[in-house]
């Protein structure tokens, strides 16, 4: 993880509260800038409000990339991917935490606090922030998933 100047958007719901505090810690422990967009506790939440917020951010360029957590990862990786710019990805370890930056150029990334454990959420994300999109043959292919995209830098 290399740190860069513009954040790494957090949001979560309310049973991702203790895994995003591990990934926002070692985030910070990297470098790199973090905006964390809730939630903090473990009343319950809709976890769509804080993928719409975290993707937000990464579309308005407040944010280099998202990271979600909720229970599984899935809602929040389908209300994540609702907005046409983002290529959020639901993983569940570091293989394809690296075939989504080097294929789908994934701009934000979805784990499931219940599904896996934090040294593997962990090792996930390292290999998401240090995964460069690999470009050619997969180009074609993500303008269909989001047709005003350009490659990230």
């Known amino acids: 993880m290399s740190p860069a100047d513009t ?8 049973a991702g509260t203790e895994l995003k505090a591990a990934l926002r810690a070692a985030l910070k422990a990297a ?16 976890y769509p409000d804080f993928a719409a ?3 937000a951010a990464v ?17 929040i990786s389908i209300a994540a991917n609702r907005n046409p710019a983002i290529r959020c990805a639901l993983v569940q370890d570091s293989t394809g ?4 930056r080097q294929h789908n150029d994934a701009n934000v990334l979805a784990l499931g ?6 040294e593997v959420a962990l090792d996930a994300l390292r290999t998401f ?6 470009g050619g043959r ?10 005003a995209w350009s490659p990230s830098p």
């Open 97 to 100: 935490a690296r075939l989504t």
């Open 31 to 46: 470098g790199h800038p973090v905006l964390d967009l809730g939630t903090h506790g473990t009343e319950s939440v809709d």
């Open 138 to 147: 997969h180009d074609r292919r993500v303008l269909k998933l989001s047709p």
């Open 113 to 118: 606090a219940r599904m896996i454990g934090v």
């Open 59 to 75: 579309t308005e360029g407040r944010a280099r990339f998202g990271v979600l957590v909720c229970g599984t990862g899935i809602g």
């Open 7 to 14: 954040p790494i958007a957090l949001g979560n719901d309310h």
């Open 53 to 55: 917020a975290v993707c």
């Open 129 to 134: 922030l240090a995964t460069p999109y690999e």
